[in-house]
Every structure is written in structure tokens, then in C-alpha cells.
């Protein structure tokens, strides 16, 4: 990812002095493919995009869990359940 000030000049150099992209990737010793990126305007560096996890839906089996689980200790080692047998 590039820094802020160096975006402002890609979009500087394109816009005010009208020059190609590929002139501009050879000023700032760039890849042509990221002048092309910023000049379009489409990705800003500082604005990422944030994804929206979905929650574990543990809620409903919580409590069967617990409950095994508490049952587990009294139980002989080989006869508990295992992360595998819960999940």
C-alpha cells in the first residue's frame, strides 16, 4: 500500500498536469498497474474495507455443552467427549 502523500501526487500529476499513467509510473519509479489503480480513483489507500464476521451460533447449544461437559468430569478419561465429538 502507498502512503497518502504519495497518492495525492499520482492524482495530482494526472489530473493538473495531464500526464499519462505510464509517464507518471517512470516519475515515481511505480508499477504502471498501481498509477493506474489510483488514478482511476477507486481504491483510496486510507479507507480499507471492513468485513462483517458472522457470530458462532453457539448460543442454543451453550448449555447442552456445559452440561456435558460437567457430566465428563465424573467420567472416565477415554469415555469424555473430545473437541472433535462436541464440535
Known sequence: MIN???YEQIRYLYAVEKLSQ???SRKLG????TVKRYCQGENVP???KYRRYKRPATG???EVV?????K???APAKQRHTADRIY
Open 4 to 6: 497518502i502523500n504519495l
Open 22 to 24: 505510464r509517464a507518471i
Open 30 to 33: 511505480i508499477s504502471r498497474n
Open 46 to 48: 486510507w479507507e480499507g
Open 60 to 62: 442454543p447449544v451453550e
Open 66 to 70: 456445559k452440561e456435558w461437559l460437567a
Open 72 to 74: 465428563d468430569k465424573a
